[in-house]
């Protein structure tokens, strides 16, 4: 297990969380590059259903939902209001949707049950990118007077930041090819990814350039995807777990929103709330980190301060699957799952948004 | 504009400020309608309404979604609809707008067809628009059968049926 | 358990047709500076902050929270944005407000806004659904048909919905941030108003604007402010299906179940004669006497004639809108927030023009979508 000797500076003070609150249950959709059968709602049903069914409860057993997801994937707004349906919110039912990855839906549901204004909550996210161009559309992410009518699609934004990192002597091309390989693999023992393979990295890096120095490994594969998560706090956590796996600490930051006024090869957000969740007062055996490009994966790993003995990714993390607007949820989902299998006993996730690692979320969990 | 390279600029007119910036935005999507919607769309093409039954609340939903809106499961039993209903409620539209395809002022009508528990947004015509009521009884008017598609395209609008109104006790749950 | 919440600033802007002298960028922070400034902070000072707006296609800029960062000061720090439909403006401030009552944050920034201006906002709810009926009607022709539901339920007499309109516009002339400002305004000049979707008239209709409202939440140990605080008495989401069997989309029980949660948790039984005023979402004119019984103002059927006699207006035993409402002013996403807003402004005493004298609690209600989403909240002078 690593340890943390250097936490980054800048380190705010913890906040330690007032009431326990749990992850009982996880559940996400098999991870496809399109699914042109099912609509959001018959692709969102069943996972529901896995969720609550995995812990043998009903809707009547949550106080609380919220998700995350865009309007611009689906290409018509409100499609948050449709998605509902999957649920049955009859009777009505405190709701709340955030426009961001599920992750943040997942915080803004912890925080009313830190408040005690819920008992339980269900958190899901759900996106399909393969409806129209994910780069034309991840593009109207910019500024809308000076970025966006240029047009820069999300996976150039991406190699700038690899470059730079690669200028600053921290990287390789190699080390990607080393970070997608090993992502494939892992990706092997895991039923719902999309980008699964038995392959060294040497091969990876005969592949040619997307945008220098980013080649196709490098990547995150276009996906449709869904997932959900059950929290609960008090009582019903120990209901529903005989182990439950607490959320030890929960934090989220933004940056600025220039790339020329970032230093692309750091994530101080990162860093920030991670510092704020506790993360850097045990070691975490296991890492679940939401890095759609290889190269973030190193940003983000220095910015947690992991060392090398932490599992990184078993799930094969976002370059084997990348359902954008739950794939931040997943890596909250899938951390606690090694903590529940009794594969690790502390562990980290993060999620990210945003051009170039923007903002970022930090979730820690702890078993019994 | 800058007098000399490197000297203080100097705006030589008022140009006044710049109020807009206009940045055209096009995407394109695929449209996916799913396993519920597509049967409902292929009963379109086939000239008839078909709707989907939720197994827990029996409540029949045209055009269902996928999933029961009140219990949260999939509707999978097919009905198919009658060709009749009754205006539950309606508005004259009178507001010229971008896009819109027929001449104003038409009638906007909630349709319940018989034998659903959801009505749905039509389009009323062969009826002066102030002779329109709660509870007038319509009927779908298709286009030809030849141009019948999985599309709701496929219904022209809804017409009187010459039947009596429907009493109100009759549809007032689903006003 | 849950931490006390109050407001301790509020700003707005001038909400108007286009704000063509200001960015997405400017529009938000007008808000924000002043609803800081109005709380004697800085910048620094605010430890989070909640951004709400309706779709993102009605300005083509997607997430946009990710670019107005900067410009709301919220490098390093916590940054969420809420999209519940209409709702949205009230939701978002209910986010902020449990970011408090959880005790994670001390001061907390929330914002909401629309620049419809930017883009088409009719064009951007109307985007054409393949296989569907090649059938427009805008969002005045979805809800004129329950307004039509109405009067034949309530039997109420067709000059309500003017009296509606008429008095939120008189309503407007006290508040100097309104985007409507018509002194001629009278019930005749409601009626030879263009018919849009009949029932309902040009002049019964909300207008179109660009325009941001803010506030700052504080936790009891970190009030300030040039005004006494607003305390949070109680606050409530409810969301029902959109569209489902049997539905009652003149008085949905998402709205009755919200404001029994929201007067439960302030210990109102009868909210005429308890709380001093209310800003209720009413963006068509007959949506005043249907929420007046939604809310639990009266008996079903009763609402009208709390219209009718004048209860509502400015003057009356219940003012409802003394901002001048969303018939007044309608920057979608900050429409919600703009009623919570108003209410916290009344009880802290600084309406000014439309202060309601001795106001000490008040009910902010936001409504969106079809009717399905709500969010509410009962703010105070006193300490709960």
Same mark, same amino acid.
């Given at each position: 297990?690593?340890?943390?000797?250097?936490?980054p500076s800048g380190?705010?003070?913890?906040?330690r969380?007032?009431?326990p609150?749990s992850i009982a249950?996880?559940a996400?959709a098999?991870?496809?590059?399109?699914d042109?059968?099912h609509?959001?709602?018959?692709?969102l049903?069943?996972?529901?259903?896995?969720?609550?069914?995995?812990?043998?409860?009903t809707k009547?057993?949550?106080?609380?939902?919220?998700s995350?997801?865009?309007?611009?994937l689906?290409?018509?707004?409100?499609?948050?209001?449709?998605?509902?349906?999957?649920?049955?919110?009859?009777?009505?039912?405190?709701?709340?949707?955030?426009?961001m990855?599920?992750?943040?839906?997942?915080?803004?549901a912890?925080?009313?049950?830190?408040e005690g !204004?819920?008992? =339980?909550?269900?958190?899901?996210?759900? +996106? &399909?990118?393969?409806l129209? #161009?994910l780069?034309? *559309?991840? /593009?109207?992410?910019l500024?809308?007077?000076y970025?966006?009518?240029?047009?820069?699609d999300?996976?150039s934004?991406? !190699?700038?930041? =690899?470059?730079?990192?690669?200028?600053? +002597? &921290?990287?390789?091309?190699a #080390?990607?090819?080393? *970070?997608? /390989?090993?992502s494939?693999?892992?990706?092997l023992?895991?039923?719902?990814a999309?980008?699964?393979?038995?392959?060294v !990295?040497?091969?990876?890096?005969?592949e040619a350039y997307?945008?220098s120095p980013?080649?196709?490994?490098?990547?995150p594969?276009?996906?449709?995807?869904?997932?959900a998560?059950?929290?609960?706090?008090?009582?019903?956590?120990?209901?529903?777990s005989?182990d439950p796996v607490?959320i030890?600490?929960?934090?989220?930051?933004?940056?600025?929103h220039?790339?020329?006024a970032?230093?692309?090869?750091?994530?101080?957000s990162t860093?920030?709330?991670?510092a704020?969740?506790?993360?850097?007062?045990?070691?975490v055996?296991?890492a679940?980190?939401?890095?759609?490009y290889?190269h973030?994966e190193l940003i983000?790993?220095?910015?947690?301060?992991?060392?090398?003995?932490v599992?990184?990714?078993?799930?094969?993390?976002a370059l084997a699957?990348?359902?954008?607007?739950?794939a931040?949820?997943i890596?909250v989902?899938?951390?606690?799952?090694?903590?529940?299998?009794g594969e690790?006993?502390?562990?980290?996730?993060?999620a990210?948004?945003?051009?170039?690692?923007?903002?970022?979320?930090?979730c820690?969990?702890?078993?019994a | 504009?800058a007098?000399e390279?490197g000297g203080?600029?100097?705006?030589?007119?008022d140009?006044?400020p710049v109020?807009?910036?206009?940045?055209?935005?096009?995407?394109?999507?695929?449209?996916?309608p799913g396993?519920?919607?597509?049967?409902?769309l292929?009963?379109?093409?086939?000239?008839?309404?078909?709707?989907?039954?939720?197994?827990v609340?029996?409540k029949?939903y045209?055009?269902?979604?996928?999933?029961?809106?009140?219990?949260?499961?999939?509707?999978?039993?097919?009905?198919?609809?009658?060709?009749?209903?009754?205006?539950?409620t309606?508005?004259?539209?009178n507001?010229?707008?971008?896009?819109?395809s027929i001449e104003?002022?038409?009638?906007?009508a909630?349709v319940?067809?018989?034998?659903?528990?959801?009505?749905?947004?039509?389009?009323?015509q062969?009826?002066?628009t102030?002779?329109?009521r709660m509870g007038?009884?319509?009927?779908?008017?298709?286009?030809?059968?030849?141009?019948?598609?999985p599309s709701?395209a496929s219904?022209?609008?809804?017409r009187?049926n010459?039947e009596a109104d429907?009493?109100y006790?009759?549809f007032?749950?689903?006003l | 358990?849950?931490?006390?919440?109050a407001v301790?600033?509020?700003?707005q802007?001038h909400?108007?047709?286009?704000?063509?002298d200001?960015s997405?960028?400017?529009?938000v922070?007008?808000?924000a500076?002043m609803a800081?400034?109005d709380?004697?902070?800085?910048w620094p000072?605010?430890d989070?902050?909640?951004i709400?707006?309706?779709?993102?296609?009605?300005?083509?800029n997607?997430?946009p929270?990710?670019?107005?960062?900067?410009a709301l000061?919220?490098?390093?720090k916590?940054?969420i944005?809420v999209?519940?439909?209409?709702?949205?403006?009230?939701?978002?401030?209910i986010?902020a407000?449990?970011?408090v009552a959880s005790?994670i944050?001390k001061?907390?920034?929330t914002?909401?806004y629309?620049k419809q201006?930017?883009s088409?906002?009719?064009?951007?709810?109307?985007?054409?659904?393949?296989?569907?009926?090649?059938?427009?009607a805008?969002?005045?022709?979805?809800f004129?048909p329950?307004?039509r539901a109405?009067?034949?339920?309530s039997?109420?007499?067709?000059?309500?919905g003017?009296?509606?309109?008429?008095?939120?516009?008189?309503?407007a002339?006290?508040?100097p941030?309104?985007?409507?400002?018509?002194?001629?305004?009278?019930?005749?000049?409601?009626?030879?108003s263009?018919?849009?979707?009949?029932?309902?008239r040009?002049?019964e209709a909300?207008p179109?604007?660009d325009g941001?409202?803010?506030?700052?939440?504080?936790?009891e140990?970190?009030?300030s402010?040039?005004?006494p605080p607003?305390?949070?008495h109680?606050?409530?989401?409810?969301?029902?299906?959109t569209?489902?069997?049997?539905r009652?989309q003149?008085?949905?029980r998402?709205?009755?179940?919200?404001?029994?949660?929201?007067?439960?948790?302030a210990?109102?039984?009868?909210?005429?004669s308890q709380?001093?005023?209310a800003?209720?979402?009413v963006?068509?004119?007959?949506?005043?006497p249907?929420?007046l019984?939604?809310?639990?103002?009266?008996?079903?059927?009763?609402?009208?004639?709390l219209?009718e006699?004048?209860?509502?207006?400015?003057?009356?035993?219940i003012?409802?809108?003394?901002?001048g409402?969303?018939?007044?002013?309608?920057?979608?996403?900050?429409?919600?927030?703009l009623?919570f807003?108003e209410?916290a402004?009344?009880?802290?005493?600084?309406?000014?023009?439309h202060q309601?004298?001795?106001?000490?609690?008040a009910?902010?209600?936001?409504?969106g979508?079809?009717?399905?989403f709500?969010?509410?909240?009962?703010v105070?002078?006193?300490r709960?």
């Amino acid at each position: 297990m690593s340890s943390p000797e250097n936490p980054p500076s800048g380190s705010a003070p913890r906040r330690r969380p007032v009431r326990p609150v749990s992850i009982a249950s996880f559940a996400q959709a098999r991870n496809v590059r399109q699914d042109d059968h099912h609509n959001e709602v018959e692709m969102l049903m069943p996972v529901i259903a896995e969720a609550f069914g995995s812990i043998s409860i009903t809707k009547d057993d949550v106080d609380f939902i919220c998700s995350g997801s865009t309007d611009y994937l689906i290409g018509g707004p409100f499609s948050f209001v449709m998605a509902l349906d999957a649920v049955g919110v009859w009777p009505p039912r405190a709701e709340s949707h955030v426009e961001m990855d599920a992750a943040w839906a997942l915080y803004e549901a912890w925080v009313l049950l830190q408040e005690g !204004a819920a008992d =339980a909550a269900l958190v899901y996210g759900f +996106g &399909r990118s393969s409806l129209g #161009d994910l780069n034309e *559309i991840l /593009a109207l992410q910019l500024d809308p007077y000076y970025l966006a009518p240029l047009w820069p699609d999300p996976v150039s934004l991406a !190699a700038l930041q =690899a470059r730079a990192l690669i200028d600053a +002597g &921290r990287a390789t091309e190699a #080390d990607f090819a080393a *970070i997608a /390989a090993r992502s494939r693999k892992d990706a092997l023992s895991n039923p719902n990814a999309q980008v699964a393979k038995d392959v060294v !990295a040497s091969t990876l890096m005969e592949e040619a350039y997307v945008v220098s120095p980013l080649r196709r490994h490098a990547l995150p594969p276009i996906t449709d995807g869904a997932a959900a998560i059950v929290l609960a706090a008090g009582e019903k956590a120990h209901q529903w777990s005989d182990d439950p796996v607490w959320i030890t600490g929960f934090d989220h930051r933004i940056e600025t929103h220039s790339l020329g006024a970032r230093d692309l090869t750091v994530s101080p957000s990162t860093s920030t709330a991670a510092a704020r969740a506790g993360l850097f007062e045990a070691p975490v055996d296991v890492a679940e980190i939401h890095a759609p490009y290889a190269h973030q994966e190193l940003i983000v790993k220095e910015a947690l301060a992991l060392g090398d003995s932490v599992v990184i990714n078993p799930s094969g993390g976002a370059l084997a699957a990348n359902p954008i607007m739950s794939a931040g949820l997943i890596r909250v989902g899938e951390a606690a799952a090694r903590i529940a299998s009794g594969e690790a006993h502390r562990a980290v996730a993060h999620a990210t948004s945003g051009p170039c690692l923007q903002q970022n979320l930090v979730c820690v969990m702890e078993g019994a | 504009m800058a007098d000399e390279p490197g000297g203080p600029s100097t705006v030589t007119e008022d140009r006044g400020p710049v109020t807009t910036l206009a940045t055209p935005i096009r995407l394109d999507f695929n449209f996916t309608p799913g396993v519920a919607q597509s049967r409902f769309l292929m009963g379109l093409a086939d000239g008839k309404f078909m709707g989907q039954r939720c197994s827990v609340c029996s409540k029949v939903y045209v055009p269902s979604r996928g999933s029961c809106p009140t219990d949260g499961v999939p509707t999978i039993e097919d009905v198919e609809l009658a060709n009749v209903g009754t205006i539950t409620t309606y508005c004259v539209v009178n507001v010229p707008f971008a896009g819109q395809s027929i001449e104003i002022p038409y009638i906007c009508a909630q349709v319940l067809l018989d034998g659903a528990n959801l009505s749905f947004m039509g389009l009323i015509q062969e009826v002066p628009t102030d002779q329109i009521r709660m509870g007038m009884r319509v009927e779908a008017v298709w286009v030809d059968r030849e141009e019948l598609s999985p599309s709701l395209a496929s219904v022209r609008y809804f017409r009187p049926n010459g039947e009596a109104d429907a009493d109100y006790e009759t549809f007032k749950e689903y006003l | 358990m849950a931490e006390r919440c109050a407001v301790i600033g509020v700003g707005q802007t001038h909400h108007k047709a286009k704000r063509e002298d200001v960015s997405i960028a400017g529009l938000v922070r007008e808000a924000a500076a002043m609803a800081v400034a109005d709380a004697e902070l800085g910048w620094p000072d605010i430890d989070a902050v909640v951004i709400g707006k309706a779709p993102d296609m009605f300005e083509g800029n997607m997430m946009p929270e990710l670019y107005l960062a900067p410009a709301l000061g919220a490098v390093g720090k916590p940054m969420i944005r809420v999209h519940t439909a209409g709702s949205v403006g009230g939701s978002t401030a209910i986010v902020a407000a449990h970011l408090v009552a959880s005790g994670i944050h001390k001061r907390v920034l929330t914002v909401a806004y629309e620049k419809q201006s930017d883009s088409d906002a009719m064009w951007a709810l109307s985007v054409p659904q393949p296989f569907a009926a090649p059938l427009l009607a805008g969002a005045g022709g979805y809800f004129a048909p329950h307004i039509r539901a109405y009067m034949r339920r309530s039997g109420a007499p067709d000059h309500i919905g003017r009296m509606v309109a008429v008095k939120d516009r008189q309503n407007a002339l006290r508040n100097p941030f309104a985007h409507l400002h018509l002194p001629d305004i009278s019930m005749e000049m409601v009626e030879e108003s263009m018919m849009l979707w009949d029932p309902l008239r040009y002049l019964e209709a909300c207008p179109s604007s660009d325009g941001a409202a803010a506030m700052v939440l504080a936790a009891e140990d970190a009030v300030s402010g040039r005004f006494p605080p607003a305390w949070v008495h109680g606050l409530a989401m409810r969301s029902e299906p959109t569209m489902f069997a049997g539905r009652d989309q003149v008085n949905p029980r998402a709205g009755r179940d919200c404001s029994a949660d929201v007067y439960s948790q302030a210990g109102i039984t009868d909210p005429r004669s308890q709380l001093d005023v209310a800003e209720v979402y009413v963006p068509f004119s007959w949506y005043e006497p249907m929420w007046l019984e939604n809310l639990g103002f009266c008996e079903l059927g009763e609402g009208w004639k709390l219209t009718e006699a004048g209860a509502t207006a400015f003057e009356g035993d219940i003012p409802w809108n003394t901002s001048g409402g969303v018939l007044s002013s309608n920057p979608i996403g900050a429409s919600g927030m703009l009623r919570f807003l108003e209410v916290a402004m009344q009880v802290r005493g600084q309406a000014g023009e439309h202060q309601v004298d001795g106001a000490r609690l008040a009910l902010g209600q936001a409504y969106g979508g079809g009717s399905q989403f709500f969010s509410m909240w009962v703010v105070g002078a006193d300490r709960p």
